[in-house]
């Protein structure tokens, strides 16, 4: 079965300084990789997404970036954090057959301050 | 993008009660998943339903595409069940992100003891 790894899981960053999270994926080939961040009050909107080693789309423009270094490594990662970068951010993947059904990792929760 | 409603916002309940969450939805979709949010705010995997009807032990779900809702059935709540219940669609056309889902505010369900 697919499992979605994240880390860290939690992390207290000052403004200004850079971010790295990372995402990996078991059980699957080829997955589309999807980043979506979690505000307060529980909507849920997806940044980015990888069809495939190094392609990346952007769904709003904002402070962050995201690469795929490998097949099943997604990554999210700013140079300087911004105070509105705080949030819960989920990692998600489907199962690799372009079926639309994704599942998510266990969350990152950033808290800039 | 589609707009998704979901009510009611938010749900107490006794453990052993039955429980009916909404999902409406303002335009035609391809795919229909219902999450369970944990309490360290994991996504879980409900229900994958674009149409029709499926159950899952004490849980089950029907989506009526045509009409543009989806039902999730709770029955004989337990304390576990407590969380956010967040439906969520897709729509595939040009333009459209595959695996781009798009969310309700979700369903704040607690169930008391």
């Known amino acids: 079965s697919q499992t979605i790894h994240q880390w860290p899981a939690t992390l207290v960053q000052p403004v200004g300084s850079p971010l790295s999270l990372e995402c990996t994926v078991e059980?699957?080939?080829?997955?589309?990789l999807y980043w979506y961040r979690q505000a307060a009050g529980r909507g849920l909107q997806l940044l980015f997404y990888?069809?495939?080693?190094?392609?990346i789309s952007s769904e709003v423009p904002q402070n962050l970036s995201a690469s795929r270094p490998q097949d099943r490594q997604f990554i999210l990662s700013s140079k300087k954090l911004l105070l509105s970068d705080s949030g819960f951010y989920l990692c998600a993947s489907d199962r690799g057959l372009n079926t639309g059904e994704l599942f998510f990792g266990e969350g990152s929760r950033l808290t800039v301050l | 993008g589609i707009q998704v409603e979901q009510s009611p916002p938010d749900l107490i309940l006794q453990e052993g009660a039955n429980s009916t969450l909404r999902c409406n939805f303002s335009d035609s979709v391809n795919n229909l998943q219902w999450f369970h949010q944990n309490p360290w705010g994991q996504l879980i995997n409900l229900f994958y339903?674009?149409?029709g009807t499926k159950q899952n032990g004490r849980l089950s779900a029907t989506t009526v595409a045509t009409e543009r809702y989806s039902l999730l059935y709770i029955s004989s709540s337990q304390t576990t069940d407590s969380g956010v219940y967040f439906c969520a669609v897709e729509r595939y056309g040009r333009g459209s992100t595959l695996g781009r889902l798009y969310f309700g505010r979700g369903t704040q369900l607690t169930v008391w003891p």
């Open positions: 990888s069809v495939g080693i190094g392609q």
């Open positions: 059980g699957t080939s080829n997955p589309n």
């Open positions: 339903i674009p149409s």
